[in-house]
T-cell receptor, first 115, second 112 residues
């Protein structure tokens, strides 16, 4: 079965420090991987995606993610966290053989950045 | 702003009732997906519509149904509401094959 796991319910970081939000996946075939962010009372916003190519993917708001096939991971990173980065982050994978909008999401990780 | 609008923003229904949720698509986006997000969980795929036809469905019963209109707006209908249907319902649209979904802010449905 295809799945996405976000092992941390919450990540706490001080402003200015680097942040990492972890994601591992289990899929059939080559994975299409995504990160989305959700602010309170808002829908999800696309951050970045990995389809193929360079294992380090750069996205919106200074975020990047590293695809690691051997570890089946796709961790989200940012060199210097901002208070405004505080939100709920979701990792997702496209269902193998599924339609474009058919994604499996993780449970989400709440990122809290303190001043 | 994603250009995707959902209505209503909040809705309260009682068990057994029927509900219709609406989503207007961003211009040029001919594909719409619907997701259910229970409290503390990630969104779960309900189904997707492309050119007014359902072309993908998640693990949801037939009482969850949808429509897509020629202007690409969409409806999600849920019959015989159950308490477990209480959730945030999100629609997401996309256009060309760029794999990027644009989400609306959702409809918060409470079933009492």
């Amino acid at each position: 079965a295809q799945s996405v796991a976000q092992p941390e319910d919450q990540v706490n970081v001080a402003e200015g420090n680097p942040l990492t939000v972890k994601c591992t996946y289990s899929v059939s075939g080559n994975p299409y991987l995504f990160w989305y962010v959700q602010y309170p009372n808002r829908g999800l916003q696309f951050l970045l995606k990995y389809i193929t190519g360079d294992n380090l993917v750069k996205g919106s708001y200074g975020f990047e993610a590293e695809f690691n096939k051997s570890q089946t991971s796709f961790h989200l990173k940012k060199p210097s966290a901002l208070v405004s980065d505080s939100a709920l982050y979701f990792c997702a994978v496209r269902v193998y053989g599924g339609s474009q909008g058919n994604l499996i999401f993780g449970k989400g990780t709440k990122l809290s950045v303190k001043p | 702003e994603t250009g995707v609008t959902q209505s209503p923003t909040h809705l309260i229904k009682t068990r057994g009732q029927q509900v219709t949720l609406r989503c207007s698509s961003q211009s040029g986006h001919n594909t719409v997906s619907w997701y259910q997000q229970a409290l503390g969980q990630g969104p779960q795929f309900i189904f997707q519509y492309y050119r007014e036809e359902e072309n993908g469905r998640g693990n949801f019963p037939p009482r969850f149904s949808g429509l897509q209109f020629p202007n690409y707006s969409s409806e999600l209908n849920v019959n015989a509401l159950e308490l477990d249907d209480s959730a945030l319902y999100l629609c997401a649209t996309t256009g060309a094959q760029n794999e990027k979904l644009f989400f609306g802010s959702g409809t918060q449905l409470s079933v009492l």
